[in-house]
């Protein structure tokens, strides 16, 4: 299964034969890109990324090599890379960069890659952007950069100037969420719900910006959907303040209970954790993050058992959880019976589309479980649909299939 990530590995600073794309700068100091940019009247674009972060090569590969991305970024912009990480691999250019990307990471709160910094003409920061696009998107969020009212320091400052304005706080709670600025969007948010009426703040535009916000039970955001759960419900769907609240008791009471015990004593923790809220519905989001914690505790046999027990409970679960689920099980287990619980998930997300992707992931347990004949079937449907960016993957997988070879990592 391919997976694309979007927030959040390059190759340092190589020239890519890209001469359609974005023209980086190389050989040179942060004193040459401003004083470059100021003499052209350009704005400075920085990618800051690290050689671990897949979204990172993505964008490298994928979007700076295309003309028209380009085209936009070569006219506007001066454009570097910095990379924040250092690697045995780092050539002279790389090295050269090293005590920058430190200061670049201190000064401008890098706390996420990849991380796109704009600067104007000037050489003051105006603008972040966090997490890649594709291409048009990815042009759409620069040109934000130009605009004194999208531009993210711009906000910063206008808010800073008067927390309390609560036009200014909801302008800075949405450009510092979409930002993953998690630090300033809990506080303007908290500004939002200190000065507004609980029905000035509970609309469908703002919720999604409380749930992001909800990280602990201790929160005002908490709070207030707590108190509220019925007008969430009425704004947002059935279940929906439940899911956020339960969200908040996983992370502030649920997990420190697991993390503090050397047993596994989810269930109890859980049951406490219910009683302590007995005015939420707690059970399906308990439910849901089971997977996500045998997962991290590498626990395969407790991990298939809460898959199929939430499959079992009827809960909404979505295709591309299914293949999630299923796909986890391929890269990790051997064991037949995870592998069997796998087969019969990936099945299930194939039932309303057969997605190339899915089919994947499919043929690959298959094969993995023994029925490579069946596995090469499934494989060649699975290339016959996938996009022309795709198929290079799945031909591999089907030429190991072929072969009677792993398409897994075996040690």
């Known amino acids: 299964m391919k997976k694309l990530l979007f927030i959040l590995f390059t190759l340092p600073f190589l020239v890519f034969a890209q001469e359609k794309g974005i023209h980086f700068e190389h050989n040179t100091t942060w004193a040459k890109v401003k004083e470059k940019a100021k003499k052209e009247n350009k704005f400075i674009f920085v990618d800051a990324f690290t050689t671990w972060c ?37 050539n002279e250019e790389v090295k050269s960069w090293r ?9 401008y709160a890098i706390a ?33 950069s130009f605009d004194p009212s999208t531009q993210y320091e711009t906000i910063v400052k206008k808010y800073k100037a008067n927390p309390k304005d609560v ?33 000035a703040v509970l ?66 923790a859980a049951e406490e954790a219910i009683k302590a809220y007995p005015d939420l519905k707690l059970q399906e989001a308990f439910m849901t993050f089971k997977p996500n914690y045998y997962r991290a505790k590498k626990d395969w ?26 796909w986890t099980i391929f890269e990790n287990c051997t064991d037949p019976v995870c592998l069997e619980a796998a087969l019969t998930w990936s099945k299930k997300s194939l039932e309303k589309k ?29 290339i016959s649909s996938a996009a022309a960016e795709e198929k290079a993957d799945y031909e591999s997988n089907l030429a190991l299939m072929k072969k009677g070879l792993p398409t897994w990592e075996t040690e």
């Open 203 to 268: 609309t469908k535009e703002f919720i999604p910006m409380l749930r992001s916000s909800i990280t602990s039970v201790d929160n005002k955001a908490f709070e207030l959907i707590r108190n509220n759960k019925a007008k969430v419900d009425e704004v947002m769907g059935a279940g929906k303040a439940d899911a956020m609240l339960g969200t908040a008791v996983i992370n502030s009471v649920l997990m420190p209970k697991l993390r503090a015990s050397q047993t596994d004593n989810f269930d109890q």
């Open 54 to 90: 897949g979204p990172c090569k993505y964008m490298s590969d994928n979007i700076f090599p295309q003309e028209k991305v380009g085209t936009f970024f070569n006219e506007k912009f001066v454009n570097l890379k910095i990379q924040m990480d250092e690697t045995p691999g780092d």
């Open 301 to 326: 046999t407790k991990y298939r058992e809460a898959v199929n027990h939430l499959i079992a409970s009827g809960a909404a679960v979505s295709e591309t959880q299914l293949n999630s689920f299923a």
């Open 112 to 144: 996420a890659y990849p991380t796109f910094l704009i600067f104007n003409p000037n050489g003051e920061l105006v603008h972040r952007i966090v997490g890649g696009g594709e291409a048009d998107e990815f042009i759409a969020m620069a040109k934000e």
């Open 354 to 382: 057969e997605n190339p992707q899915y089919l994947d992931t499919y043929a690959n347990i298959l094969h993995k479980s023994g029925k490579t004949k069946e596995a090469i079937a499934i494989q060649e449907k699975a």
């Open 167 to 199: 036009e200014a706080a909801k302008a800075m709670a949405k450009a510092a969420t979409k930002a993953y600025d998690k630090n300033t969007a809990a506080e303007a948010i908290a500004s939002v719900i200190e000065n507004s009426s609980a029905d």
């Open 99 to 107: 005590a920058e990307a430190k200061r670049f990471a201190k000064d």
